[in-house]
């Protein structure tokens, strides 16, 4: 009889903890916009690097004969100016975007996260000086200190990312702050100071893993703003730089254009719009399996 006990209970399911990443998995698989999302930006992701090796045409080829083609089964999504196949630039163009918002939110969550944990357990001068200097940053408008800031490093992938990330870091560093303030006084936070944990580890391994949740959710919801923000910037010519086909870059180099063939302006504005809306129905998902107010 124990043994039979022993055998229901190894089979019956172990429930996923709130908050673990399968906890959050299920959450999202039980959104069917989210999961709609998610397939989205992974098959234009995946699609972006074989494209090169599937397409009939490359995105770099150019074929003046074939200027101005609107959609049709030989060129599915059009045409451009120089005759280059609009499916290929989009595909390949795609990497550069998704590219730069998840790198850049990431830039941004780990500078945030170093600056606000050392404000935030340190506190006084230190933390009145960090703050201070954040008040400066937020001073200006995100696209503004971006543009800014790119039009002094100059344009191009990495130098968007480093843009972007520097402009991004203040609102992570204020809420890490912000979490770490609620929970240095925790129990377990004065235990390892009684052992005479070092202050490096105590904030490695106790005050930023149970402070980085809320910001989990912000890089979801942020990625969304950093694509957005990274097609803004190459469409003012700041960021990545024509014949590269960044959708930002497409969008500037066809708006001369919209009128007559109003095709190469509105595909690359769909896509863009496809892949924020998507970005930001995964994080709508990702924050309600991490908000206790919204669990079941």
């Given at each position: 009889m124990k043994n039979k006990k022993i055998d229901k209970a190894a089979k019956k399911p172990k429930s996923n903890k709130p908050g673990s990443l399968p906890y959050v998995w299920s959450r999202i698989r039980q959104?069917?916009?989210?999961?709609?999302?998610?397939?989205?930006?992974?098959?234009?992701?995946?699609?972006?690097?074989?494209?090169?090796y599937t397409l009939k045409y490359s995105w770099?080829?150019?074929?003046?004969?074939?200027?101005y083609q609107t959609p049709?089964?030989?060129?599915?999504?059009?045409?451009?100016?120089?005759?280059?196949?609009e499916l290929a630039r989009i595909l390949y163009g795609a990497k550069y975007t998704i590219s730069i918002g998840f790198i850049s939110t990431g830039v941004s969550a780990i500078l945030g996260i170093i600056i606000g944990s050392i404000a935030?357990?340190?506190g006084g001068k230190v933390d009145n000086l960090i703050m201070r200097c954040l008040d400066v940053f937020q001073a200006f408008p995100g696209i503004l200190l971006a543009i800014a800031i790119s039009a002094v490093l100059g344009p191009g992938f990495t130098k968007v990312i480093i843009a972007?990330?520097?402009?991004?870091?203040?609102?992570?560093?204020?809420?890490?702050?912000?979490?770490?303030?609620?929970?240095?006084?925790?129990?377990?936070?004065?235990?390892?100071?009684?052992?005479?944990?070092?202050?490096?580890?105590?904030?490695?391994?106790?005050?930023?893993?149970?402070?980085?949740?809320?910001?989990?959710?912000?890089?979801?919801m942020g990625i969304a703003s950093a694509g957005l923000q990274a097609s803004a910037l190459s469409f003012l010519g700041f960021g990545v730089q024509a014949p590269t086909p960044e959708w930002g870059s497409m969008l500037s180099s066809a708006r001369s254009f919209i009128r007559d063939y109003p095709h190469m302006c509105v595909i690359p504005g769909i896509f863009i719009m496809l892949t924020v809306l998507s970005f930001n129905l995964v994080g709508d998902a990702i924050r309600d399996a991490?908000?206790?107010?919204?669990r079941d």
């Open positions: 959104r069917p916009l989210a999961m709609t999302g998610l397939i989205f930006v992974l098959a234009i992701f995946v699609l972006s690097f074989i494209s090169p770099e080829t150019i074929e003046m004969k074939a200027r049709s089964l030989t060129h599915l999504l059009g045409t451009d100016e120089l005759g280059r196949d935030g357990y340190f972007m990330g520097i402009s991004g870091l203040a609102g992570y560093a204020r809420m890490m702050r912000a979490n770490i303030l609620s929970i240095r006084s925790s129990e377990y936070v004065e235990a390892a100071t009684s052992i005479n944990c070092t202050t490096g580890r105590i904030i490695l391994r106790h005050i930023i893993p149970n402070a980085i949740s809320p910001l989990i959710v912000q890089m979801a991490l908000d206790p107010k919204l």
